[in-house]
């Protein structure tokens, strides 16, 4: 069932899914077969000679300030407020929607990411008000249309009400290109609404060790699937019109070059351990090939660094910011075959880190004008930033650290002018500038209209009464198939636990209840969540914010409504109602979450009335839900061997939740340095008293999760093996409740009930939906001291006996 047995029957684009539907009529069916045609290339070499012209005519301040990709509060004034006038006044190429930005619902913005009432302004008809004022204020100063850029890493998260997908490591595990496509194309169509015309994804690194935070950004561990999976993701995002010459989604980014998911021990803006550098570039590389196939724009630089050993002295590590051989590799196409035509990116102040913040990735700090001069030099054509991190107050200021490197030498024209060119041919692609009657001329905006139209995206959506319901069914979709079935143990039928009869069911108890220590700007706050009805928990981070929210918050009324947005509880309350079955859910009832004196009681109470009832495995399902608090980034990392929460890990590589920045409210403030997860308590005591009634009651669990994480132990107690059915549903976004009680119930099968019959388990036929796109972690000795590109090794690295192997999967059938 692994990888090596997976690469002889899987080629790409071929792999098989049960919502695959055949045609060339659709965006996303056939799309390896369209890109096979030499016409369906963006030529950006044609679009660079097109934009030549332009560039000759430009100002040395014209040609930086295209090269400037400003965080939004570079372009505040003293009070707060954004001065569009900064944008034509220094000419800026792009401006960034930081992940922790919302607007303030009055023209500008607010970056008080702890303040969650502020996140409820960040509705869509704002957010059009801000991007307007921005491509406005580039349009009256006669400047070149700005990239808007957004991390819409599983959605247009920033805006309250719209319908999130599964994060990557679930699009992974669905084994289908097509949803993939489809989801990236609605994704897009909601950014274009809401005015902007630049997306920060995918992110197509391996994934090598679960202790990174990033890992369910990632589109799993084989090269070979996420090259496929990057081709149809950038493909449905950017929904290039080949016969114009034109993107008419959004500009799609591949990131994070390369090796960001090969870190050692697997910390973040850490530094990947290369001993066989073809080794490591051939299997880190290979899922550029699929953006490059699909004419991806842009290419995000990674933090991290290469570290070429042995022996690996961190002193040695060479951030890719500042790796001229690397990035030229990639630009060249000396790897892979295929250059790269669009422009490089930096990624946020990652040129600044590379030149102050030394450890993680390296031990080793060089002044700011140096890293700035092998950055650009090197091949980063854009730089995004704040300037906060080198301690540089304002615009002028940087811009002139830049111009006076250009005017002694040191970055000669030639290459700015290189750069210049390779943002505005992108821009040309994008049709944000245009060759109209002999004359280039400024496009301010994209339209939905534009776009291919919702019904003709996938037959697996069409029909369709307008995007946002095509959007939800492709959610829908990819959230069914993104969902693994690890156990499902037999159930009085032969068949296993799953799927249920509801007909049968008279009780379904629910558990999964846990009490965390918010830390805000206050005092730490002891708060309730039940996890079966959280749909923050089914999102996690870059959701809202850039580390997600607990609850429901952003759940409520109409942005419930216009989302679509189910949590477990919802799609159960749901899927009584449609069964006509008298049904009872059985769990607390609390009038409060804060109130620890007032839970304590209610669960007594609630304990009480359980013990009275007469449950038999019969009638009565306990469902229990497992999640990890939502993170991003650096905060999700396990076990760094300098967060000690010591006054001065900061200063040797921790970059977790310490005192001074307090960026994730929902985590503890020692960082854990375990992935085992179990239930509460509580939790316990409930399944204890219901088992109690009788022992053959079975318990199907749902782990949200955005990893693999250690559930097994031998241990009667460990949620797997006391589990009758147990699910991985990852993090499946807003449609994550719907389409976990469909499967529970049988509404969907798994891997569409494709399976072969193996020791008594229907295992899911290799390649099929509802697999594993990565080994699963049995314990944490495994990930010790990994990975390493080993001298003489061939393929990517991989855990030793892991608790399931990539592909893994079970199957259910529609017998009950």
């Known amino acids: 069932m692994g990888y090596f047995t997976l690469l002889f029957i899987i080629s790409l684009g071929t792999i098989s899914g049960c919502e695959k539907n055949g045609g060339d009529n659709f965006l996303c069916t056939d799309v390896s077969g369209k890109l096979m045609n030499p ?9 660079r000679d097109a934009v030549d012209g332009l560039v000759n005519g430009m100002t040395l301040d014209e ?21 569009f006038s900064l944008i034509s006044e220094f000419h800026l190429g792009g401006l960034l929607i930081d992940a922790n930005v919302v607007t303030n619902g009055e023209g500008s913005i607010s970056t008080n990411f702890l303040d969650e009432d502020l996140y409820l302004n960040g509705t869509m008809a704002n957010w059009q008000e801000l991007t307007g004022s921005i491509m406005g204020a580039a349009r009256d100063g006669g400047q070149i249309p700005v990239l808007i850029g957004t991390d819409n890493i599983h959605g247009n998260q920033h805006v309250v009400g719209e319908i999130l997908v599964p994060h990557n490591i679930g699009l992974a595990a669905t084994h289908d290109p097509e949803i993939i496509c489809a989801t990236a194309f609605f994704n897009a169509y909601s950014v274009i609404e809401s005015g902007v015309n630049w997306g920060y994804s995918p992110t197509i690194a391996v994934t090598h060790n679960f202790q990174w935070g990033r890992a369910y950004e990632t589109l799993g561990s084989v090269p070979e699937f996420i090259a496929d999976y990057a081709q149809h993701y950038v493909f449905g995002h950017q929904a290039v019109d080949f016969k114009r010459g034109r993107i008419r989604g959004i500009l799609a980014t591949t990131k994070h070059l390369v090796g960001d998911g090969a870190t050692f021990n697997g910390i973040d803006e850490g530094n990947v351990h290369v001993a066989n550098m073809n080794n490591f570039l051939d299997v880190n590389l290979l899922g550029y090939i699929g953006g490059l196939e699909a ?9 991290s660094g290469i570290n070429q050993g042995p022996p690996f002295d961190i002193d040695d590590s060479v951030p890719m910011s500042i790796n001229p051989a690397l990035l030229q590799n990639y630009i060249n196409g000396d790897t892979l075959g295929t250059p790269f035509n669009g422009f490089i990116v930096s990624d946020f102040n990652s040129i600044e880190k590379a030149a102050t913040q030394g450890l993680p990735t390296t031990g080793t700090k060089i002044p700011f004008p140096d890293a700035l001069t092998i950055a650009v030099n090197g091949g980063i054509d854009m730089i995004m930033t704040d300037g906060k991190q080198v301690g540089i107050p304002n615009l002028q200021t940087y811009i002139g650290v830049l111009k006076n490197l250009v005017e002694t030498g040191e970055i000669p024209v030639e290459r700015i002018d290189e750069a210049v060119r390779s943002i505005l041919a992108v821009k040309f692609a994008m049709g944000l500038i245009r060759l109209e009657n002999g004359e280039l001329v400024f496009h301010y905006e994209k339209k939905t209209e534009d776009l291919p139209h919702h019904n003709r995206i996938l037959p697996g959506v069409r029909g369709a009464g307008d995007a946002r319901d095509a959007a939800h069914r492709a959610a829908l979709i990819a959230a069914r198939e993104s969902l693994v079935l690890l156990k499902n143990e037999g159930f009085g039928n032969g068949l296993g636990t799953l799927p249920v009869d509801i007909n049968n069911i008279r009780n379904i108890v629910l558990v999964g209840e846990k009490i965390i220590e918010v830390q805000t700007t206050q005092s730490p706050q002891p708060t309730l969540f039940q996890d079966y009805d959280n749909i923050g928990a089914q999102n996690g981070g870059w959701t809202i914010r850039w580390q997600g929210y607990e609850g429901n918050k952003f759940w ?21 109602e449609d069964s006509g079955q008298d049904i009872q859910l059985l769990f607390p009832q609390y009038t409060s979450t804060i109130d620890m004196a007032e839970i304590d009681a209610a669960r007594a109470e609630f304990l009480v009335f359980l013990s009275e009832l007469g449950l038999s495995s019969a009638d009565t399902l306990i469902i229990g839900v497992l999640s990890e608090p939502p993170y991003a980034e650096f ?8 967060c000690k929460n010591n006054i001065d890990d900061f200063q040797n590589g921790c970059l977790y939740n310490l005192e001074q920045f307090k960026l994730n409210p929902y985590l503890p403030r020692q960082q854990p340095d375990t992935l085992a997860i179990n239930f509460s308590g509580f939790d316990r005591t409930v399944i204890d008293i219901v088992k109690g009634h009788d022992p053959d009651i079975p318990l199907v669990t749902i782990l949200l999760s955005g990893r693999p994480m250690i559930i097994s132990s031998g241990d009667k107690e460990a949620p797997l093996d006391e589990s009758s059915a147990f699910i991985a549903a ?18 969907y099968l798994f891997c569409g009930g494709s399976f072969t019959v193996i020791d008594g388990q229907m295992i899911c036929d ?3 939906t509802n697999t594993l796109p990565v080994d699963w972690v049995r314990n944490m000795d495994q990930l010790r001291n990994y990975p390493v590109y080993r001298k003489n090794a061939q393929g990517f690295p991989r855990i030793s006996d892991p608790l399931f192997e990539i592909g893994f999967g079970l199957a259910t059938t529609p017998e009950f």
Not at 64 to 82: E, V
Not at 295 to 303: A, K, L
Not at 734 to 741: D, I, Q, W
């Open 556 to 576: 409520q009324g109409e942005n419930k409504e216009t989302s679509r947005a189910s949590s477990i509880l919802d799609g159960l309350n749901g899927a009584i």
């Open 635 to 642: 905060m999700g990392d396990i076990n760094n061997p300098a």
């Open 63 to 83: 040609k930086l300030g295209q090269m400037i990709l400003a965080d939004l509060t570079f372009i505040q004034d003293m009070s707060g407020n954004i001065d």
């Open 730 to 747: 990852w993090l499946p976004g807003t449609s994550g409740g719907a389409a976990l009680v469909d499967a529970i119930f049988g509404d």
């Open 295 to 303: 004419s991806v724009g842009s290419t995000m630089v990674s933090y």
């Open 766 to 768: 290799e390649g099929s």
């Open 39 to 47: 016409g369906n290339q963006l030529d950006y070499s044609g679009f």
